[in-house]
């Protein structure tokens, strides 16, 4: 993606959970920390209950989503899944996830940095107790460091920093 690449997105769901195997639930906001993670979900660095939770790593302070990789799903295989089955923090619509590893965007007022690609786990079917382990791959979303935290609501702007 070149640097005169413009895009702009908007956060559709917010999605958090405090511990591994519960529901995420939904909100009309949530509280990011630089350089730990969303308050009260299972990733939140000091504080993690999550799956994964045994390889802690830094990029994964929170997660994003689109909309149109559900709808590339449903599409393709035929699957409907909804926001808070795809277990990640943010939803959005119009944001070029998959092209953006290793640079920096604002959701809101709060300013984060992809890490990599989310790729998708058995976990997932599991859970769901659906195959959609083939079909997330490469639709799984981002894993992103919080910069500079603040509070992410519904129909926030996504945009390049």
């Given at each position: ?72 799903i ?32 604002r ?6 940095e ?48």
């Amino acid at each position: 993606m070149s640097s005169d690449t413009t895009w702009a997105g908007v956060v559709c769901h917010l999605h958090r959970t405090p511990r591994a195997f519960l529901p995420m639930k939904a909100f009309d906001s949530l509280n990011l920390i630089a350089g730990r993670g969303i308050e009260g979900d299972r990733y939140c660095l000091d504080n993690e209950a999550g799956f994964y939770s045994h390889k802690p790593e830094e990029g994964r302070q929170v997660t994003l989503f689109e909309m149109e990789a559900l709808e590339a799903i449903e599409r393709d295989y035929g699957i409907v899944m909804t926001p808070v089955e795809h277990r990640r923090n943010i939803t959005v619509r119009g944001v070029p996830l998959n092209h953006l590893v290793h640079r920096r965007f604002r959701v809101g007022t709060v300013l984060l940095e992809a890490t990599r690609l989310s790729t998708p786990c058995r976990h997932i079917e599991e859970i769901l107790e659906r195959k959609v382990f083939d079909p997330m791959v490469h639709r799984s979303g981002l894993n992103c460091r919080i910069l500079e935290g603040g509070v992410v609501s519904l129909g926030d702007r996504v945009l390049p920093a």
